[in-house]
């Protein structure tokens, strides 16, 4: 009489199903915060030999070009990360913007860390973050209390959707007058797909 062996290995079929299930079940259990970089810089390119340097209008710094009125790369003060930050008020108020390659229908979660210049006694500084032209986070930061050694960075994130636009050109301004402005590091924008992002939070752009 012919007996059953119990089955002990899972047929190729099984194998594909079960490895299929996991990548989903990660992908829904993922959250914003792992999605795939797209971009990250701290400001430290070029590496500056004194304690501020300005860039003016039309000129470029590593991977950013100043778009409007004057910037600074500093080491003056407390960097978020690394040893340099920027500085949005050179002697004026300034603007920089970048060309990240981004997807079509895809959301992006982009962070930085804000600060404001605290040489000038406690101010209100304030600025906005444009994607394609169109405002995606407004700000302000409050300088009193801060010092150089302590400038009290704070974590600001924001998402976007690009619907139209082979790439996206994403711009940090300054809309506080004169020389004393807000400070930005450690920006990084990561993408994310649309199941895992916050419902209800990105802009279209």
């Not at 899972?10 to 971009?39: D, G, K, N, Q, Y």
């Not at 981004?102 to 304030?126: E, F, H, M, Q, W």
């Not at 405002?135 to 924001?158: E, I, L």
């Not at 807000?182 to 752009?205: H, K, Q």
């Amino acid at each position: 009489m012919a007996t059953t062996r119990p089955r002990t290995h899972r047929t190729a079929i099984e194998v594909t199903l079960v490895a299929a299930l996991s990548a989903l079940l990660a992908l829904l259990t993922a959250s914003p915060a792992a999605a795939a970089p797209v971009f990250a810089d701290g400001f430290e390119s070029p590496a500056i030999g004194n304690d501020f340097t300005e860039f003016v209008a039309g000129q470029q710094f590593g991977p950013w070009t100043v778009t409007t009125g004057t910037v600074g790369l500093t080491r003056d003060w407390q960097a978020a990360e690394g040893n340099q930050s920027l500085d949005l008020n050179g002697f004026s108020p300034g603007a920089v913007a970048r060309t990240l390659p981004t997807k079509l229908l895809t959301t992006y979660r982009v962070s930085y860390a804000l600060a404001g210049n605290p040489d000038n006694g406690p101010i209100i500084t304030a600025g906005n973050v444009t994607a394609n032209g169109r405002t995606v986070d407004s700000f302000t930061f409050d300088t009193a209390g801060h010092t150089p050694s302590d400038m009290g960075y704070v974590y600001r994130t924001f998402y976007f959707t690009n619907v139209l636009s082979a790439a996206t050109v994403l711009q940090f301004a300054s809309t506080t007058a004169g020389a004393f402005g807000p400070v930005i590091d450690d920006v990084r924008v990561e993408s994310c797909l649309l199941v895992i992002c916050p419902a209800g939070t990105a802009t279209a752009v």
